[in-house]
């Protein structure tokens, strides 16, 4: 059951074992030009912390987001109230992988510089590296832990089997496993690798197995690319499919772009109208209403947006508008 917060605000929170603080529903992604750049985000990240977004994901991967998150938690000496998520081990240009003792040593160390802290709440394995041992990750995780650097530890883009893997060679040998995943999830279909390095998505019929096995775990999920960057937050119409290539960056061209995607758009659409509510709030408000233990990673420069945002926690959909939504009924 969520924890709900008595503050009056639209977020939701969950628990997540081994952290002592809540973690909001929706989770701040540091992905946006002004921290990526390492410039000053003071506006926007003070209006997601007032809104009761507490929760911050990050990595080392995201160029200088680190320490323009890391500054804004320094001035303002609120390092007590958020919840951190980075990342190491993120895939080279190439599209090639290397995750190992070294890996998450090493750029563990740079993030903790970078965030200006002694530890990290969430801290996950941005790829998975198949010809390293689970045992290796899950040895050096445990001692990084233990070590007081990271609270709790977890994966992005790793196979559900995989987890499984590396979780009972923890409980075989007494030790702490993966307690978070962070895959691709949301109403619309990761229909191809944006970025290279295996990502991985639990979307799509052929990922049913996947979904599950997270709903029959309730594992944490921490969906990124939940509206699917920019289609289904209401950047670009459904009448505009022709000029997809045109209004939306080339990673959701290439991950996201496809005409069942748009026919979904064209639902959002639909129901938005009838609610009374915009595109994107139908989006995740179907996400928030699939039986998972999630959590959505979004992103905006916009104060604006995190208030529309939040308002998908009051979004009810029925059963046959979930199925509907994602072409289960016509």
């Known amino acids: 059951m969520d924890h709900i917060q008595k503050t009056g605000k639209l977020c939701r929170y969950g628990k997540i074992a081994g952290l002592e603080k809540p973690v909001s529903r929706m989770i701040f992604g540091t992905t946006i030009a002004p921290m990526m750049e390492g410039k000053n985000a003071d506006e926007i990240l003070d209006a997601a912390l007032t809104k009761g977004i507490n929760t911050f994901d990050t990595a080392r991967g995201y160029e200088r987001a680190e320490e323009s998150l890391g500054s804004w938690m320094k001035r303002r000496g609120n390092r007590d109230q958020v919840v951190i998520i980075s990342k190491c081990g993120n895939c080279d240009s190439d599209g090639s992988v290397c995750v190992n003792r070294k890996v998450i040593e090493t750029e563990l160390a740079e993030s903790l510089q970078a965030l200006q802290t002694d530890y990290i709440d969430i801290y996950l394995l941005h790829r998975d590296d198949p010809k390293i041992p689970v045992s290796e990750m899950i040895d050096t995780l445990n001692e990084l832990q233990k070590a007081g650097k990271i609270k709790v530890f977890g ?85 505009q499919e022709a000029q997809a290539v045109e209004i939306l960056d080339p990673f959701c061209v290439k991950g996201y772009v496809c005409h069942d995607n748009f026919k979904r758009l064209v639902r959002c659409e639909e129901l938005a109208e009838k609610k009374g509510c915009t595109v994107s709030q139908i989006a995740l408000a179907w996400m928030f209403q699939q039986g998972l233990n999630i959590y959505v990673l979004v992103s905006t420069t916009k104060t604006f947006r995190l208030e529309e945002n939040l308002r998908a926690f009051t979004v009810e959909l029925s059963e046959d508008e979930i199925r509907y939504l994602n072409l289960q009924e016509e």
């Not at 979780?167 to 690798?193: C, K, R, T």
Request: hydrophobic share 35%; with cysteine; proline share 4%.
């Open 155 to 239: 994966v992005s883009n790793w196979t559900h089997e995989r987890i499984e893997e590396a979780n009972s060679y923890a409980e075989e040998h007494h030790l702490q496993g993966f307690s978070v995943s962070s895959p691709h999830f949301g109403l619309a279909e990761q229909v191809a690798d944006p970025w290279g390095g295996d990502c991985v998505t639990i979307t799509g019929k052929q990922n049913e197995v996947a979904r599950n096995w997270y709903q029959e775990n309730q594992m944490p999920i921490i969906a990124y690319s939940s509206l699917a960057r920019g289609l289904m937050a209401g950047r670009i119409k459904s009448s």
